[in-house]
T-cell receptor, first 117, second 112 residues
Framework: AQTVTQSQPEMSVQEAETVTLSCTYD???????LFWYKQPPSRQMILVIR??????QNATENRFSVNFQKAAKSFSLKISDSQLGDAAMYFC??????????????FGEGTQLTVNP | DVKVTQSSRYLVKRTGEKVFLECVQD?????MFWYRQDPGLGLRLIYF???????EKGDIPEGYSVSREKKERFSLILESASTNQTSMYLC???????????FGPGTRLTVL
């Protein structure tokens, strides 16, 4: 079974600064997807960024980028020019590409990000 | 936009009661999921369904059952609620062709 670990329960960053959230995972599969989801306070979870394991290039979405290290099974999220609206719980998630279970996600424990003005 | 709705944002029930949590999605998604979210544990999958009347156990199915009679609706049932089922429950849906799950707002269930 796959596992996802986020070793930073809480992080904080100053507005306009850069912060990196860590995620490691364990799998025996070679083809899969990795995600970062954001859950703002009292609001719905939304997708921030997605990485396909067969792509070597790191995904980017505006101020959000990932550092995907497949051999190390590491998938960190970098938020540049942090804004107050980035304050949220962030979850790293893994998705297999196999069978009917291919659509299910395995989540990490979450990292609570605080953005200080 | 995809919309996933859940029947209640907050729910308080007594130990031993039968509890129904309803989830509806409006985008004709094949897959639907029920998670519970607890501090320090992240989201854990309870059950999921990849078609009408089809279901599979997730990682923590004990004490729960599900029903999917129509494609757009996925119900989570607590047959006899217990205090350790106090939690936030999140529903999600996705299609087979995309990789993103769309989440509902969550139901915060308290069992007294």
């Amino acid at each position: 079974a796959q596992t996802v670990t986020q070793s930073q329960p809480e992080m904080s960053v100053q507005e306009a600064e850069t912060v990196t959230l860590s995620c490691t995972y364990d799998t025996s599969e070679s083809d899969y997807y990795l995600f970062w989801y954001k859950q703002p306070p009292s609001r719905q979870m939304i997708l921030v960024i997605r990485q396909e394991a067969y792509k070597q290039q790191n995904a980017t979405e505006n101020r959000f980028s990932v550092n995907f290290q497949k051999a190390a099974k590491s998938f960190s999220l970098k938020i540049s020019d942090s804004q107050l609206g980035d304050a949220a719980m962030y979850f790293c998630a893994y998705r297999s590409r196999l069978g009917t279970s291919g659509s299910r996600l395995t989540f990490g424990e979450g990292t609570q990000l605080t953005v200080n003005p | 936009d995809v919309k996933v709705t859940q029947s209640s944002r907050y729910l308080v029930k007594r130990t031993g009661e039968k509890v129904f949590l309803e989830c509806v999605q409006d985008m004709d998604h094949e897959n639907m999921f029920w998670y519970r979210q607890d501090p320090g544990l992240g989201l854990r999958l309870i059950y999921f369904s990849y078609d009408v009347k089809m279901k599979e156990k997730g990682d923590i199915p004990e004490g729960y059952s599900v029903s999917r009679e129509k494609k757009e609706r996925f119900s989570l049932i607590l047959e006899s609620a217990s205090t350790n089922q106090t939690s936030m429950y999140l529903c999600a849906s996705s299609t087979g062709g995309t990789h993103e799950q769309f989440f509902g707002p969550g139901t915060r269930l308290t069992v007294l």
